[in-house]
């Protein structure tokens, strides 16, 4: 089961060559894919501060992940608790929920981002 990081979603609907093959992969195959809503969070303030210019709307969006049967994780008291837990070598408060939402919920998490590979976390790329 695999817990799918906010670029690596963005690539996948971008059709993006940076997004592996692998990854695209397991993300089109995969009968089993989740998605933090931390990563709609974290797009909709993206999109609002202009860092991120994408046509879809974050219903868009959700709408996208029941099309590709991406299960959508609430934020559990868990999660945060585990944030707690994780070194500051990565300061990005939504990868962090991320990070501690995969290993909570032993998920791999698909990710290219070189600072969550500094984890002991289970990765795919």
Same mark, same amino acid.
């Given at each position: 089961?695999?817990?799918i990081?906010?670029?690596a979603?963005?690539?996948?609907?971008?059709?993006?060559l940076?997004?592996?093959?692998?990854?695209?992969?397991?993300?089109e195959k995969?009968?089993?894919?989740?998605?933090? !809503?931390a990563? +709609?969070?974290e *797009?909709?303030?993206?999109?609002? @501060?202009?860092? /991120?210019? #994408?046509?879809?709307s !974050?219903?868009? +969006?959700?709408? *996208?992940?029941k099309?590709?049967? @991406?299960?959508? /994780?609430? #934020?559990?008291?868990?999660?945060?608790?585990?944030i707690q837990?994780l070194?500051?070598?990565?300061?990005?408060p939504?990868?962090?929920?991320?990070?501690?939402?995969?290993m909570?919920?032993?998920?791999?998490?698909?990710?290219h981002?070189?600072?969550?590979?500094?984890?002991?976390?289970?990765l795919f790329?």
């Open positions: 089961m695999y817990l990081d906010t670029c979603f963005l690539w996948f609907l971008d059709d993006n940076s997004l592996s093959a692998n990854a695209r992969e397991v993300i995969s009968d089993r894919l989740y998605l933090s !809503i990563s +709609l969070w *797009i909709a303030i993206k999109k609002t @501060i202009k860092k /991120l210019d #994408i046509e879809e !974050i219903t868009d +969006l959700g709408n *996208i992940c099309q590709y049967n @991406i299960i959508i /994780l609430p #934020i559990k008291i868990r999660y945060l608790e585990r837990q070194p500051m070598i990565h300061g990005d939504f990868d962090r929920l991320i990070m501690a939402t995969a909570e919920e032993n998920l791999l998490l698909i990710t981002d070189s600072n969550i590979r500094k984890y002991n976390i289970d790329w």
